[in-house]
């Protein structure tokens, strides 16, 4: 189960990773943000990347597995890029519908899911 948690928690802090990194682009295209200071910026993006942290961190300790988890250290930071590109692939889509994947995007994507199929291989 604790599996599990670590894949959700690890789903919602991408999500919030990629808000805070590319949302503030977002608000500047439609004019909420295009007055802002650039610390106001950092600011706004550091709010969202702290609820980031709270899903990052507790994702980690639960599917580490010296804590009783599944994964380990390699195997967690594998899935943690994987599900990064897959959050971004999609926030991109949705926030910026003119950014659309070219074939050699997405075959990066494929040899990123086969980077997690080899990191849990039986060696």
Known sequence: ??????IILLILSNVFMT?????HLRLQQS???SNW????????SWGIAF???CCQVPANRLGFVDNGGPF???Q???????ISLAVFAVIANIMFQGTHLHWNQILAFLLIICAVYLVFMKT
Not at 1 to 6: A, F, I, Q, S, V
Not at 19 to 23: D, E, F, N, R
């Open 1 to 6: 189960m604790n599996g599990l948690y670590t």
């Open 19 to 23: 808000l805070a990194w590319y949302g």
């Open 31 to 33: 004019g909420v943000s």
């Open 37 to 44: 200071p650039l610390i106001g910026v950092i600011v706004f």
């Open 51 to 53: 609820l980031e942290y």
């Open 72 to 74: 380990n250290l390699v």
């Open 76 to 82: 967690l930071k594998v899935i943690q890029e994987c």
